[in-house]
Nanobody
Framework: QVQLVESGGGLVQAGGSLRLSCAAS????????MGWFRQVPGKEREFVAA????????AVADSVKGRFTISRDIAQNSMYLQMNSLKPEDSAIYYC????????????????WGQGTQVTVSS
């Protein structure tokens, strides 16, 4: 079955960096969009970034533009989120997702989700 497994979260000071990884398995993701979302308990899930598995288009939320970079490595069957200049408001559980969304920022249109990885940014 399809599995998305996130890793790389942790505790970092404001201004620091983290690199999240999402290991994908269980099917061919050609034609899929791979995305990163985040959620703070009690708040709505928020789109962070997405990219086509086959390459080309990417999208990044305005709140992280210029600080976060999404990438993927087909040979490693993995997707990454490089997060620089982290702020306390970036603290959340970060989720990896895969699907064929018409609207990339709509989490409801993704079919597969990972279990999440916690990112905590201290001030």
């Amino acid at each position: 079955q399809v599995q998305l497994v996130e890793s790389g979260g942790g505790l970092v000071q404001a201004g620091g960096s983290l690199r999240l990884s999402c290991a994908a398995s269980g099917r061919t993701f050609s034609g899929y969009v791979m995305g990163w979302f985040r959620q703070v308990p009690g708040k709505e899930r928020e789109f962070v970034a997405a990219t086509r598995w086959s390459g080309g288009s990417t999208a990044v939320a305005d709140s992280v533009k210029g600080r976060f970079t999404i990438s993927r490595d087909i040979a490693q069957n993995s997707m990454y989120l490089q997060m620089n200049s982290l702020k306390p408001e970036d603290s959340a559980i970060y989720y990896c997702a895969a699907g064929k969304p018409r609207i990339w920022v709509a989490g409801t249109e993704y079919d597969y989700w990972g279990q999440g990885t916690q990112v905590t940014v201290s001030s």
